[in-house]
């Protein structure tokens, strides 16, 4: 009887321990950790560092390119270059600060299989719907090919591109809506997986980190760089905190958890 009165103490002890892990806010990169040296944003190196100071994800901008390629870039010019009007070879001839060409979505996908960070895939908005249900369409299609599925959640701040990734990725993929203005219950009747917005969104309504922990949701805040506002979020049980500066907020996290 004592033995089994232990291992069920035990048992109770694990369930706890991983209901605390499992609670634990989560640090995803910003166009990976790019703060560093050697890297630049939205690089190669920015993924494979972000991996190796094991962060929960990696997040990365996409571009459709005029021929219907996917490259990974943040802005809408880059060095003069528009990457949804000129071709994958435009784009890929361009260098990254950190002297890398601009990536393609398929190099970032397979240097990924070499890593465990999750790959958090933002699409940006495109000038048209239709450009946009083409990049999810590929998207997709390149994630499932390169059986990353488990590993992959979506981002955007075009309403259209989270309706089609929740249309066209499997069941039960993360996809998020960025832009901030829908409250908890309108992200849960769309099919979203959680709130991702910006801090100064939850600090104006901090009642929906409750909401959506209340409708079974994730939430994510993004893009916090100060120490008191991660702090904020932590005492806040936010889900995942996008960050520049993901070695501080592991710092902070640790701390908080001695």
């Known amino acids: 009887m004592k033995l089994k009165k232990l291992l069920l103490t035990s048992a109770l002890f694990l369930a706890a321990y991983s209901t605390m892990q499992a609670q634990q806010t989560q640090v995803i990169a910003h166009r990976g950790f790019w703060q560093t040296t050697g890297s630049a944003q939205n690089s190669i190196a920015a993924l494979t560092k972000a991996d190796s100071i094991h962060c929960y994800g990696s997040e990365l901008d996409v571009w459709l390119t005029v021929d219907n390629q ?110 901030g203005d829908l409250a908890p219950k309108a992200l849960k009747d769309l099919g979203c997986a959680g709130a991702d917005y910006a801090l100064t969104v939850f600090r104006q309504q901090p009642q929906w980190i409750k909401e959506c922990h209340a409708l079974g949701m994730k939430v994510n805040a993004w893009t916090v760089n100060n120490a008191k506002d991660m702090q904020w979020l932590i005492e806040h049980n936010v889900d995942y905190i996008t960050t520049n500066e993901p070695l501080l907020l592991q710092q902070i996290l640790q701390e908080n958890k001695q």
């Open 70 to 179: 996917l490259v990974v870039n943040h802005d809408d010019i880059f060095k003069g270059v528009i990457p949804q009007d000129a071709t994958a070879a435009v784009c890929t001839a361009v260098r990254l600060d950190n002297g890398e060409p601009m990536p393609t979505l398929r190099q970032y996908v397979l240097k990924s299989r070499e890593l465990s960070t999750r790959l958090i895939v933002e699409l940006k908005p495109h000038r048209t719907p239709e450009q946009e249900t083409r990049a999810v369409q590929g998207i997709v299609r390149m994630i499932h090919d390169y059986d990353l599925e488990g590993r992959v959640e979506y981002i955007s701040f075009s309403l259209h591109a989270v309706k089609e990734f929740i249309r066209l990725a499997p069941a039960g993929t993360p996809v998020y809506y960025l832009n």
